[in-house]
């Protein structure tokens, strides 16, 4: 059986990665694999010095679609992906994607040292995506600078994160926001959850809200990269504050779900099914009765696994733990539609396939 009325998955990226590695240094650079992500060339670009390139995977995705049922997808650039190829995947398939847009060659340029990243051209840039055809949101993260070696503080960071908001006021659009971050590929040194107070803390987020009441915000993941317990819980704090917060549970298993379901506060109308299709975690199990009380299913980077050559399979791991949710908790599915699409359609001011598919109420007060 179908999983949902409209199955939407709010986070997936349609881009791989390829490695062109020369044999003399090719110890050296796997080492450093997850710095090279991010300047990745476009296959149709690339010459044989380019180390790193980003192609079009969307044959993969749709064939995965088809086999999970799953009837659209939020397209999201991340680690050296692009705007243009997702902007390709929703012209040639308008009905089944669209997507948000970041910055990414204001940060390429930034990386390469051909210019300083700045807040001015990361706007400028941002602000031509989000007006293409399918462009609905701001994401994956908060746009930063990629070359900052130090910690920023909140005071900072806010200040620098409010033209941001501006511009996702102006088009009338959600903004993301990704706390902590996958440890595999980018261990050691400084990493983004440590050097931005975003990463580190999701309740930073209620800050800056209170200052844009109007603009929504999707937690990535629902904080579950990085220090899981603490992230998860922060951002539900956030969420049950603010209404207009959504947060990611695709990578969430049953255990952290019945979290914000059985929130008077939050409850399903504000989570979103969003995975990760396409990166490359990989999902990996353990004995939910552990002493260590670690997570009886975790997705993550394991270095001593090698790199995933195969397209890690999110949609039936992920769909597996909310159904386990659904039998033990009796949980209606006009509740698990809007997880899995209503909300998605109501947050991104999508039309589904017909009108009153998800609950809607009328106020006879």
């Not at 199955?7 to 110890?27: I, L, P």
């Not at 609905?136 to 130090?150: A, K, R, S, Y």
């Not at 009380?293 to 993550?300: N, T």
Request: include cysteine.
């Amino acid at each position: 059986m179908k999983a949902g009325r409209f199955v939407v998955d709010t986070h997936v990226h349609a881009q791989r990665h390829a490695v062109q590695f020369q044999s003399t240094d090719e110890e050296e650079k796997y080492s450093r694999l997850g710095e090279l992500m991010h300047t990745a060339v476009p296959a149709d670009e690339a010459d044989d010095d380019a180390d790193v390139i980003v192609y079009d995977n969307s044959d993969r995705l749709l064939y995965d679609m088809d086999v999970y049922d799953v009837d659209m997808c939020m397209l999201l650039p991340a680690f050296g992906m692009n705007n243009e190829i997702n902007r390709q995947i929703i012209e040639k398939h308008p009905d089944k994607f669209v997507a948000c847009g970041y910055p990414v060659q204001t940060k390429k340029k930034a990386l390469r040292g051909e210019e300083d990243w700045t807040v001015e051209a990361a706007v400028a840039e941002l602000d031509e995506v989000l007006s293409w055809n399918g462009f609905v949101g701001i994401g994956e993260f908060l746009p930063h600078d990629p070359n900052l070696n130090e910690r920023m503080t909140w005071k900072e960071r806010k200040k620098q994160l409010r033209p941001f908001f501006d511009l996702a006021a102006e088009h009338d659009m959600p903004i993301r926001w990704h706390p902590g971050a996958a440890s595999g590929y980018q261990g050691g040194g400084l990493r983004e959850q440590d050097k931005l107070p975003d990463f580190r803390d999701p309740y930073n987020a209620a800050d800056i809200l209170a200052e844009y009441p109007d603009v929504s915000l999707v937690f990535e993941h629902g904080g579950i990269q990085g220090h899981w317990k603490y992230n998860v819980e922060r951002a539900c704090m956030v969420a049950a504050q603010y209404d207009n917060v959504y947060l990611e549970v695709g990578l969430w298993w049953k255990d952290i779900l019945r979290r914000p379901m059985n929130d008077p506060n939050i409850g399903p109308e504000q989570l979103l099914w969003g995975t990760d299709w396409g990166a490359s975690a990989v999902a990996n199990g353990h004995d939910s009765e552990n002493e260590l009380d670690f997570p009886s299913m975790r997705w993550e980077q394991y270095q001593d696994r090698g790199i995933p050559a195969h397209v890690a399979d999110y949609w039936g791991t992920s769909l597996r733990e909310l159904d386990k949710l659904a039998r033990e908790d009796n949980i209606p599915q006009d509740e698990l539609n809007l997880v899995l699409g209503g909300n998605f359609c109501d947050l991104y001011d999508i039309e589904p396939p017909h009108t009153r598919l998800f609950p809607d109420y009328i106020d006879r007060n």
